[in-house]
């Protein structure tokens, strides 16, 4: 194994390292899928962050490809059976950024639960309204995570300095611990006054949190989603903000995301919306930050959820740390090493 291609800048140390273990590491940042395509042949291993999509094409086309290395913890982006059946190994590196998302949830939630944003919206406005922000208590209150893999787990060591109830629910037996009490899907929407996703995106998930599964809650409750935007439809969650049975929701991920993360908005029909993940985004409000996108040409349901108080909104970013950078980087590195030294 001798040649690895980038895809997306990365954490220099990855490079570096990579170069120790005596690979030759060659960087395209702008080539087209295609072009990408017709060289990939020359290439033992491949590194990507989220860029396009590795299909079944893209793998016929990599004769000689012994690995793909993700920096990231999802591998959705990736035909992984075609990868597998090929003989392919596939790394991806949940353990990089499981901290910075279950410091970015906790973050979330607090700051829901003390109208945060809002209130200092209103300060800079020159408004100084105490009781209309009154916050609530996170002491006493159930936390139901759905997803108790790397991410989860963290969450709810993170939790550890409250006084509250944590509850996961996954679809593997046994992942309880003594951070977090492992129960059915009934008994956790009977009984959490919170629920936080973890899960990646699968084909059980997509649409995971729909009217049906909202309404299976036995009381109203806050939603956190650090996961995957297509878990949620939002436009039941919309419905289930009027309404009341969700009081409030913090969102990292949506469902109109393209597949690279890198912008919002895949194409919707025939509009071509596009907001930038830059700077100037939200300084002062969409169409001053970008007057050529028009608030009418976004989605009814999104066009709620950025006027609504009670919504916290970032753009993919709770595992996107400074130290989170070099730990995923580090991360597949490790994994890489002990791949050839297998094979060595």
Same mark, same amino acid.
């Given at each position: 194994?001798?040649?690895?291609?980038?895809?997306?800048?990365? !954490?220099?140390?990855?490079?570096?390292?990579?170069?120790?273990?005596?690979?030759?590491? !060659?960087? &395209?940042?702008?080539?087209?899928? %295609?072009?990408?395509?017709?060289?990939?042949? /020359?290439?033992?291993?491949?590194?990507?962050?989220?860029?396009?999509?590795?299909?079944?094409?893209? %793998?016929?086309?990599?004769?000689? +490809?012994?690995?793909?290395?993700?920096?990231?913890?999802?591998?959705?982006?990736?035909? #992984? &059976?075609?990868?597998?059946?090929?003989?392919?190994? =596939?790394?991806?590196?949940?353990?990089?950024?499981?901290?910075? @998302? *279950?410091?970015?949830?906790?973050?979330?939630?607090?700051?829901?639960?003390?109208?945060?944003?809002?209130? /200092?919206?209103?300060?800079?406005?020159?408004?100084? +309204?105490?009781? /209309?922000?009154?916050?609530?208590?996170?002491?006493?209150?159930?936390? *139901?995570?759905?997803?108790?893999?790397?991410?989860?787990?963290?969450?709810?060591?993170?939790?550890?300095?409250?006084?509250?109830?944590?509850? #996961?629910?996954?679809?593997?037996?046994?992942?309880?611990?003594?951070?977090?009490?492992?129960?059915? =899907?009934?008994?956790?929407?009977?009984?959490? &006054?919170?629920?936080?996703?973890?899960?990646?995106?699968?084909?059980?998930?997509?649409?995971?949190? &729909?009217?049906?599964?909202?309404?299976?809650?036995?009381?109203?409750?806050?939603?956190?989603?650090?996961?995957?935007?297509?878990?949620? @439809?939002?436009?039941?969650?919309?419905?289930?903000?009027?309404?009341?049975?969700? =009081?409030?929701?913090?969102?990292?991920?949506?469902?109109?995301?393209?597949?690279?993360?890198?912008? =919002?908005?895949?194409?919707?029909?025939?509009?071509? #919306?596009?907001?930038?993940?830059?700077?100037?985004?939200?300084?002062?409000?969409?169409?001053?930050?970008?007057?050529?996108?028009?608030?009418?040409?976004?989605?009814?349901?999104?066009?709620? +959820?950025?006027?609504?108080?009670?919504?916290?909104?970032?753009?993919?970013?709770?595992?996107?740390? @400074?130290?989170?950078?070099?730990?995923?980087?580090?991360?597949?590195?490790?994994?890489?090493?002990?791949?050839?030294?297998?094979?060595?």
């Amino acid at each position: 194994m001798k040649k690895i291609l980038h895809l997306d800048k990365n !954490h220099e140390s990855l490079i570096n390292q990579l170069n120790d273990l005596g690979f030759t590491n !060659h960087e &395209d940042y702008i080539s087209s899928k %295609l072009a990408i395509e017709a060289k990939i042949s /020359d290439y033992d291993g491949l590194i990507i962050r989220s860029r396009f999509t590795i299909d079944k094409q893209f %793998l016929n086309a990599a004769t000689n +490809l012994k690995f793909i290395g993700r920096v990231g913890a999802g591998l959705e982006n990736i035909d #992984c &059976d075609y990868a597998e059946s090929k003989g392919i190994e =596939l790394f991806n590196a949940p353990e990089g950024n499981r901290n910075a @998302v *279950g410091e970015h949830t906790l973050g979330m939630l607090l700051s829901l639960f003390n109208k945060l944003n809002k209130a /200092d919206k209103e300060v800079r406005q020159g408004k100084w +309204l105490r009781e /209309d922000n009154r916050g609530i208590e996170l002491d006493g209150k159930t936390v *139901g995570l759905i997803g108790y893999g790397n991410m989860g787990k963290t969450f709810a060591k993170k939790l550890r300095g409250f006084d509250v109830e944590v509850l #996961c629910y996954d679809i593997k037996h046994n992942v309880g611990d003594e951070n977090a009490k492992q129960v059915s =899907l009934k008994e956790l929407q009977n009984r959490a &006054d919170v629920l936080s996703l973890h899960t990646p995106q699968t084909a059980l998930t997509t649409n995971m949190v &729909d009217e049906a599964f909202i309404n299976a809650f036995s009381k109203p409750f806050w939603l956190i989603n650090t996961a995957r935007g297509k878990s949620v @439809v939002t436009s039941d969650l919309v419905s289930a903000l009027k309404s009341g049975k969700i =009081l409030g929701a913090g969102l990292d991920v949506l469902e109109y995301e393209k597949a690279s993360f890198e912008n =919002l908005f895949k194409d919707i029909s025939s509009q071509k #919306c596009h907001l930038e993940r830059s700077r100037e985004v939200n300084r002062g409000g969409l169409d001053s930050a970008r007057p050529d996108i028009k608030q009418d040409n976004l989605p009814k349901a999104f066009r709620y +959820l950025i006027q609504s108080e009670n919504v916290l909104l970032t753009p993919h970013v709770a595992g996107w740390t @400074v130290e989170s950078k070099e730990k995923l980087a580090q991360t597949i590195v490790g994994k890489i090493k002990k791949f050839v030294i297998a094979r060595s």
